[in-house]
């Protein structure tokens, strides 16, 4: 069995991070690389390892005053897609979330149209479809859900 483990952003993970990235998410390296960056002081991008492999990372902004976190970006290696561990780190989130629950009461998350493996995931965890924006994500449907944190 694997050994997976999920961590909040460190920097000397910089370098993996930009080059896994880069190929799998990021327009350029220098796009992947800018995101950790932003990201190292806020302590809300979590990266995941399988294996001590690098495999996909989340974070998310954290709305105080609109009672929600968002589920801002979650990502799976494309060498590493398909086996589940989109699961792993929306649960991760969903845990977070529940963590924070001063004033928050829903954890939002959003997935485009056309991404149906991550809709059914979505709905597997019992977040409810709340809407779509149109057109959002590069000129398509965008679709939107909560999750209660009773």
């Not at 990201?39 to 009672?67: A, C, M, P």
Request: a negative charge; charged letters at 30%.
């Amino acid at each position: 069995m694997s050994e997976i483990n999920i961590i909040p952003i460190e920097e000397k993970y910089e370098d993996e991070f930009t080059k896994t990235f880069n190929e799998s998410y990021f327009d350029s390296e220098e796009e992947a690389r800018q995101h950790f960056k932003e990201h190292i002081s806020k302590n809300r991008l979590f990266l995941f390892f399988v294996d001590s492999e690098l495999t996909g990372f989340f974070d998310y902004i954290y709305q105080y005053s609109h009672n929600a976190n968002y589920l801002y970006n979650l990502c799976v290696a494309k060498k590493f897609r398909g086996k589940g561990y989109s699961k792993h780190l929306l649960s991760k989130y969903v845990e977070i979330s529940k963590e924070q629950k001063t004033r928050n009461v829903i954890a939002l998350s959003s997935t485009h149209r056309t991404n149906v493996a991550s809709q059914k995931m979505h709905q597997s965890f019992g977040f409810k479809e709340i809407g779509t924006l149109k057109e959002l994500h590069y000129g398509e449907d965008e679709i939107f859900y909560a999750y209660k944190l009773d």
